[in-house]
């Protein structure tokens, strides 16, 4: 990237006994090699390599041809090295963009780079879980759960070499309303007589995304053997179904009540009243 520092290496080696007298590097300009010449470097055997650490850095993007020029006894060979400085960098993209207010999302992501990058961090710069993902072979994830329709943020941290950077980066959205939990109530008879006992099958549809937990149905009105039950779990699009037993204690048209209470992922607790 522009203005990183960039750790190379010059090997030498040779095929007979040689005398070197040094090497310099011609860097264009806005392009810096450190360092840019050495000398005295003296008689190399074949079978030991020398090796010269050097560094370079470029203030602008772009491709670089850098001539390198290893003088010895028997005349100067000419070495070129390309050097390529990108001005993208790495993004986080994310395997979908339309997610559901109110409920739990699990989102994957994969960080597309151009350049080799290492110690990738991305830190979600809204409520999720985790709030810090340490990312392992270029893939990570996370959960959020959105009340509001808004672009989502992160911090992409991460090295290229030794040159450490962060880069806010701002993803658009597409958010939908959350089709909750229905509750649908069916009377064995549609009509019944006073102290007759009939079954009311209540079948409950998670119609969200995520899943749902410590879900409890209540018969708030009317004479019920069991006023309650509960069930530990319904997945996304799963049906779960319980039977109320209802005697009525007096003529006419009877309202029943239903109350369902449940929590999701987060812990969040919801309620809604069916009539």
């Known amino acids: 990237l522009p203005n990183d520092i960039a750790d ?3 090997t030498l080696a040779v095929p007979r006994e040689t005398y070197v007298r040094g090497i310099t590097f011609f860097a264009p300009s806005g392009v810096e090699v450190d360092p840019s010449s050495v000398t005295g470097i003296g008689w190399l055997s074949p079978g030991i390599n020398y090796e010269l650490p050097f560094t370079i850095k470029a203030k602008e993007s772009g491709i670089y041809t850098i001539p390198i020029y290893i003088n010895t006894l028997n005349g100067t060979i000419k070495q070129i090295m390309i050097v390529r400085v990108e001005d993208r960098m790495p993004k986080i993209v994310l395997d979908k963009t339309t997610f559901y207010l109110n409920e739990v999302n699990d989102v994957s992501f994969t960080i597309s780079s151009p350049i080799q990058i290492s110690n990738v961090i991305v830190e979600p710069l809204f409520e999720s879980n985790p709030k810090v993902i340490y990312v392992e072979n270029g893939k990570g994830s996370f959960r959020f ?10 911090k992409l941290a991460f090295y ?4 450490y950077h962060e880069v806010i980066q701002t993803i658009d959205a597409t958010y939908l309303e959350s089709k909750g939990v229905l509750i649908n109530a069916t009377p064995q008879y549609p009509v019944v007589l006073i102290g007759d006992v009939i079954d009311i099958d209540v079948e409950v549809a998670n119609l969200r995304n995520d899943d749902v937990f410590s ?7 009317g004479e019920f053997s069991k006023k309650s039950f509960e069930i530990p779990m319904i997945k996304a699009g799963e049906k779960k179904s319980v039977t109320f037993k209802w005697s009525p204690k007096s003529a006419g048209m009877k309202d029943i009540t239903l109350k369902i209470e449940y929590t999701d992922e987060f812990n969040e607790r919801y309620s809604e009243i069916e009539k």
């Open 8 to 10: 190379c290496k010059l």
């Open 145 to 154: 759960k959105p009340k509001t329709a808004e672009p989502l943020k992160f």
């Open 160 to 163: 290229n070499g030794r040159n």
């Open 215 to 221: 879900v409890k149905i209540e018969a708030l009105d």
